[in-house]
């Protein structure tokens, strides 16, 4: 399952920094705007304790983490939508993801220029959002007419509900609202709109780009949360976020510890990602590997089986399943039959996060 975030936002606002960070890639960063002209793209794992449990306990040659892609996007400026920066080439960049992660400058830094003068992160967002949304509303003015003579003419259920899904996503943008933000309270099922590619329908997710003593600060957390919900928002420093990669990972915990910090920024932006692209994961382990499997949120056992093989979908019998718990608690597969938590599962078993399976098959 191959889904992609693309990073985004104002120049000079370290997604590059932040990119680097993510995958270890050397990308360009530089302090002027377009450095980033072509995106990049990076394969980032999710972090998972459960994997090196697991490993453990089969005595497992390599652990495989579930991953999700990331794509750093050049920078957008004000009028993007009509074209100016590189905003066609932005627009059409960003309309192939899945999702959209916006990193928002909160730091200030005399060495670094803000293409407005100043830091402000409010307006920053602002900026961003108002050109996803005339964007959008460009693809809605040209659609909208189509749709609805469609829906007369065909006279067709389901073309008159994405008809009348686009009129009511219209009023929304025209409102200064994402459709992420706003389609659940004006009724519109997304799905209907999912032909339109628009941008602000996509997940979005937001990391506000902070120094050390803004990190600490949680009434500013605090309060840049609540400008960017139902979004969920990662506070980080990526350019500490970038020395941590280069550092042994015994340096790297002292620095985290010194710093107040639990764990790496760029942990909780990997499974915050991961979250925002509605997906899950399911797990399998033996000799040659422990692994975490992609599947989307709600997916059956055939359907998670055909991630592994799509043969083992076609010929999917039962799934052999127990929780990750459960086997942990028993100690082993085998203990967990005897304890009756490891349970015969047929087509309709709808996967649950940390299961972890042996699938049979024809």
């Known amino acids: 399952m191959s889904l992609e975030i693309g990073i985004v936002g104002l120049p000079n606002v370290g997604k590059s920094t932040l990119f680097n960070a993510l995958t270890r890639a050397g990308v360009l960063a530089s302090n002027y705007p377009f450095a980033t002209i072509e995106p990049n793209v990076g394969i980032v794992g999710i972090p998972d304790p459960r994997l090196d449990a697991l490993a453990r306990l089969y005595d497992s040659a390599k652990i495989v983490p579930a991953t999700v892609r990331f794509v750093d996007i050049a920078g957008l400026v004000r009028g993007a939508s009509q074209g100016q920066g590189l905003g066609n080439q932005f627009l059409a960049h960003i309309r192939e993801t899945d999702a959209i992660c916006q990193v928002v400058r909160v730091f200030t830094d005399p060495d670094v220029s803000h293409v407005d003068g100043d830091v402000s992160p409010e307006r920053d967002i602002e900026t961003i959002a108002t050109e996803l949304i005339l964007a959008d509303l460009q693809t809605l003015e040209k659609a909208v007419p189509r749709l609805v003579k469609e829906a007369k003419f065909a006279k067709d259920a389901e073309r008159s509900a994405v008809a009348a899904a686009a009129e009511k996503a219209q009023q929304v943008l025209d409102g200064g609202t994402t459709l992420f933000a706003g389609a659940a309270d004006a009724g519109i099922d997304l799905a209907h709109l999912r032909e339109l590619s628009l941008l602000t329908a996509k997940p979005f997710l937001y990391v506000f780009n902070m120094d050390d003593a803004e990190l600490g600060d949680e009434g500013l957390r605090d309060r840049l949360a609540k400008l960017v919900a139902p979004a969920q928002a990662v506070f980080l420093d990526a350019k500490t976020e970038a020395e941590l990669t280069e550092l042994p990972p015994e340096e790297a915990a002292e620095l985290l510890a010194e710093l107040g910090l639990g764990e790496p920024g ?34 059956t056992a055939p359907e998670a089986a055909g991630v592994i093989h799509t043969d083992f979908q076609k010929g999917f019998i039962k799934a052999e399943i127990v929780s990750f718990e459960d086997l942990m608690a028993a100690g082993s597969i085998a203990a967990a039959r005897a304890a009756g938590k490891a349970r015969i599962e047929g087509k309709d078993y709808v996967m649950r996060d940390g299961d972890v399976v042996e699938f049979r098959h024809s």
């Not at 915050?272 to 997906?279: E, Q, T």
């Open 266 to 299: 760029l942990d909780q932006l990997a499974r915050a990602g991961f979250a925002a692209l509605g997906l899950s994961t399911f797990l399998t382990a033996g000799p040659k590997e422990s692994r975490a499997w992609t599947i989307r949120a709600g997916a």
